[in-house]
């Protein structure tokens, strides 16, 4: 999980045909399903949450 919010706000303009910073989270998985990041835009500024 080396993406950040810059690439996962692509992905999800690019895949999900969505606008990141709409204020709906957005979760991504790692590839073994371990870690998760979810990004979301708050009204001031992207977050990015990692666990």
């Known amino acids: 999980m080396r993406k950040g919010f810059s690439s996962l706000g692509l992905i999800v303009q ?3 045909k969505r606008d990141p910073h709409c204020g709906h989270l957005f ?3 790692g590839r073994r399903g371990d870690l998760i990041k979810v990004i979301w ?4 500024g992207a ?4 666990s």
């Open 14 to 16: 690019e895949t999900l």
């Open 27 to 29: 979760v991504f998985r």
């Open 41 to 44: 835009h708050d009204g001031q």
């Open 47 to 50: 977050c990015v949450s990692s």
